[in-house]
């Protein structure tokens, strides 16, 4: 158990649609990352959030956007949803703005129909 | 920017055999490298890591060495089990705070 929380594992929906996926870092870091893993795409850095702030960007389309919030936890949201957009998402965290060695939460998979 | 080119899979073995996952990578700077393991149905989880040249990297009988020279930073294990089927990730972080994954190989250990 890497200390990363994830919420919901699952999530299903339509074309379209808008979810929110949620994370909460280990106990005391202040950074969080955003991963897409897809099949076609592979493993992929969407956007950093340090203490409340964005850090970087990655590959991370318009129609996604995200938050930290004063109690370090994150959300990612994903709007107008397509086909592609069916992929695991993970959450990481790690101590600082640059700490070496990231933690990863277990994932929401998303399956957009 | 960086890159992280790995050998695809799937690797089959027998148990107790040698298990090498080829990895090298392209990156500015002083990159740290990274193992991760992705076991069925679950998260990333930290394999090893190493953070500069000619470190060495360990963890549950898995190794491996950071070589600037050839920017390689290949996993080896002497005697795998069946427990050690899994997708295996190789990253690099350099400049910037983002982790830069291959394509991951999938190995699958038969008893």
């Known amino acids: 158990d890497s200390g990363v929380t994830q919420t919901p594992k699952h999530l299903i929906t339509a074309t379209g649609q808008r979810v929110t996926l949620r994370c909460s870092p280990r106990s005391g870091d202040l950074s969080v990352y955003w991963y897409q893993q897809s099949l076609d795409q592979g493993l992929q850095f969407l956007i950093q959030y340090y203490n409340g702030e964005e850090r970087a960007k990655g590959n991370i389309l318009e129609r996604f956007s995200a938050q930290q919030f004063p109690d370090l936890h994150s959300e990612l949201n994903l709007s107008s949803l397509e086909l592609g957009d069916s992929a695991l998402y993970f959450c990481?965290?790690?101590?600082?703005?640059?700490?070496?060695?990231?933690?990863f939460g277990p994932g929401t998979r998303l399956l957009v129909l | 920017g960086n890159s992280v080119t790995q050998m695809e899979g799937p690797v089959t073995l027998s148990e107790e055999a040698f298990l090498t996952i080829n990895c090298t990578y392209t990156a500015t700077g002083y990159p740290s490298l990274f193992w991760y393991v992705q076991y069925p149905g679950e998260g990333l989880q930290l394999l090893l890591k190493?953070?500069?040249?000619?470190d060495k990297g360990s963890n549950k009988g898995f190794e491996a060495t950071y070589r600037k020279e050839t920017t390689s930073f290949h996993l080896e294990k002497g005697s795998v089990q069946v427990s050690d089927s899994a997708v295996y990730f190789c990253a690099v972080k350099a400049a910037g705070n983002k982790l830069t994954f291959g394509g991951g190989t999938r190995v699958l250990v038969k008893p």
């Open positions: 190493a953070t500069k040249a000619d």
């Open positions: 990481a965290s790690s101590a600082g703005q640059g700490a070496e060695t990231q933690y």
